[in-house]
């Protein structure tokens, strides 16, 4: 098979990272006798600098002519400055929005080998952590009205939290079709005692589970939810919740693996095109020190061969291989620990290919 591939390296880490995630793919490709074509694009920081915008047209145009979409990591204190509708980040938010990429799906494992990176009790995660949050990625207040006012108490300013029925269906289904090739379990997570969205949202999921009855349904408030994560990490599955709270929720999930280098992510649409990254961000104070980790950004692209290209054993080599490499004792300095063997990014990226 052949795939057309658009590469948004980004800016800090994002093209060290990248650059390993495209050797392991391009191995992937040799063993099993696939071609990915990659056409490199600019976006955030590095496009500010060449086009004065985070998200050139061309960028948008070449992702959505291409099979899927690889990101490296975007922003840099160089940009900080900038307002809002300027910064490296829009270049995110506008990639997701132009490809209609409203599922975001963000696994959290606990890799056996790293059990004692993770900062919680080892009777805490003891039966292992594998949670996987669907966040829904273009609706809530991150894409609501937005702005200023003046009032008695002087300027003040808004964001508007607001979702639709069938927002909430669509990311509601992923979720539950997820939890089926899973252990069958959805937490529901909002805030239905206090927002009148959340209301709305929690009518609408269960209305949505009764096509689902072979998958259990609970719920938590967001503030109880966040508590159990880190109280009984064991007990979730799946995790279906809106933006702003599943992005705080996937980033204290990621703890529990050790590092955030390990966390890749996936945004779905409704088709097969969809955009991949790593949890993390662009790191500028490690850039081009071969200090990163790319486990999560290789993870990324092995999500993209089984999300987007329907090819589970390749994923699955990918994922075998990292696991393969933890349990050989090789770290990058975020999840070194006494007696194991650090190394680089590029060794770590040579170290998983030698191991698919």
Same mark, same amino acid.
């Given at each position: 098979?052949?795939?057309?591939?658009?590469?948004?390296?980004?800016?800090?880490?994002?093209?060290?990272?990248?650059?390993?995630?495209?050797?392991?793919?391009?191995?992937?490709?040799?063993?099993?006798?696939?071609?990915?074509?990659?056409?490199?694009?600019?976006?955030?920081?590095?496009?500010?600098?060449?086009?004065?915008?985070?998200?050139?047209?061309?960028?948008?145009?070449?992702?959505?002519?291409?099979? %899927?979409?690889?990101?490296?990591?975007?922003?840099?204190?160089?940009?900080?400055?900038?307002?809002?509708?300027?910064?490296?980040?829009?270049?995110?938010?506008?990639?997701?929005?132009?490809?209609?990429?409203?599922?975001?799906?963000?696994?959290?494992?606990?890799?056996?080998?790293?059990?004692?990176?993770?900062?919680?009790?080892?009777?805490?995660?003891?039966?292992?952590?594998?949670?996987?949050?669907?966040?829904?990625?273009?609706?809530?207040?991150?894409?609501?009205?937005?702005?200023?006012?003046? &009032?008695?108490?002087?300027?003040?300013?808004?964001?508007?939290?607001?979702?639709?029925?069938?927002?909430?269906?669509?990311?509601?289904?992923?979720?539950?079709?997820?939890?089926?090739?899973?252990?069958?379990?959805?937490?529901?997570?909002?805030?239905?005692?206090?927002?009148? %969205?959340?209301?709305?949202?929690?009518?609408?999921?269960?209305?949505?589970?009764?096509?689902?009855?072979?998958?259990?349904?609970?719920?938590?408030?967001?503030?109880?939810?966040?508590?159990?994560?880190?109280?009984?990490?064991?007990?979730?599955?799946?995790?279906?919740?809106?933006?702003?709270?599943?992005?705080?929720?996937?980033?204290?999930?990621?703890?529990? &693996?050790?590092?955030?280098?390990?966390?890749?992510?996936?945004?779905?649409?409704?088709?097969?095109?969809?955009?991949?990254?790593?949890?993390?961000? %662009?790191?500028?104070?490690?850039?081009?020190?071969?200090?990163?980790?790319?486990?999560?950004?290789?993870?990324?692209?092995?999500?993209?061969?089984?999300?987007?290209?329907?090819?589970?054993?390749?994923?699955?080599?990918?994922?075998?291989?990292? &696991?393969?490499?933890?349990?050989?004792?090789?770290?990058?300095?975020?999840?070194? %620990?006494?007696?194991?063997?650090?190394?680089?990014?590029?060794?770590?990226?040579?170290?998983?290919?030698?191991?698919?």
């Amino acid at each position: 098979m052949n795939y057309k591939i658009a590469v948004v390296a980004g800016d800090g880490i994002g093209p060290e990272v990248m650059e390993q995630n495209i050797a392991v793919l391009n191995a992937i490709g040799e063993k099993f006798g696939h071609t990915f074509e990659y056409t490199y694009v600019l976006g955030g920081g590095c496009a500010i600098d060449k086009y004065g915008e985070p998200l050139p047209q061309e960028t948008i145009d070449v992702c959505k002519a291409s099979d %899927s979409v690889l990101l490296g990591a975007v922003g840099g204190w160089q940009w900080d400055t900038l307002p809002g509708d300027k910064r490296p980040e829009r270049a995110l938010l506008g990639l997701r929005g132009a490809l209609g990429l409203y599922a975001n799906l963000r696994p959290a494992t606990l890799h056996d080998a790293l059990k004692d990176a993770c900062p919680l009790k080892p009777e805490l995660v003891a039966d292992g952590v594998d949670i996987m949050v669907v966040r829904e990625l273009t609706g809530g207040m991150y894409f609501g009205e937005k702005g200023r006012k003046m &009032t008695d108490m002087g300027e003040a300013a808004y964001d508007v939290e607001q979702y639709s029925v069938k927002e909430v269906e669509r990311i509601t289904r992923t979720a539950f079709e997820i939890a089926r090739k899973r252990n069958k379990h959805v937490t529901n997570v909002d805030k239905q005692n206090v927002l009148e %969205s959340s209301r709305l949202w929690r009518s609408v999921v269960l209305e949505v589970a009764k096509d689902y009855p072979d998958v259990e349904l609970d719920h938590l408030y967001v503030d109880n939810a966040s508590m159990q994560l880190i109280m009984r990490p064991t007990t979730f599955d799946v995790i279906v919740t809106g933006n702003i709270f599943g992005d705080i929720l996937s980033d204290e999930a990621s703890q529990m &693996t050790g590092s955030i280098g390990m966390l890749p992510s996936a945004s779905l649409g409704e088709g097969t095109l969809g955009m991949y990254e790593p949890v993390h961000g %662009s790191a500028p104070d490690i850039a081009g020190k071969d200090l990163a980790n790319p486990i999560a950004t290789i993870l990324s692209g092995a999500m993209m061969l089984k999300y987007s290209f329907g090819l589970q054993e390749e994923a699955k080599c990918i994922e075998d291989a990292v &696991t393969k490499v933890l349990d050989k004792g090789y770290r990058t300095g975020d999840i070194m %620990s006494e007696g194991m063997k650090q190394v680089g990014c590029k060794e770590m990226g040579k170290l998983i290919i030698e191991n698919l």
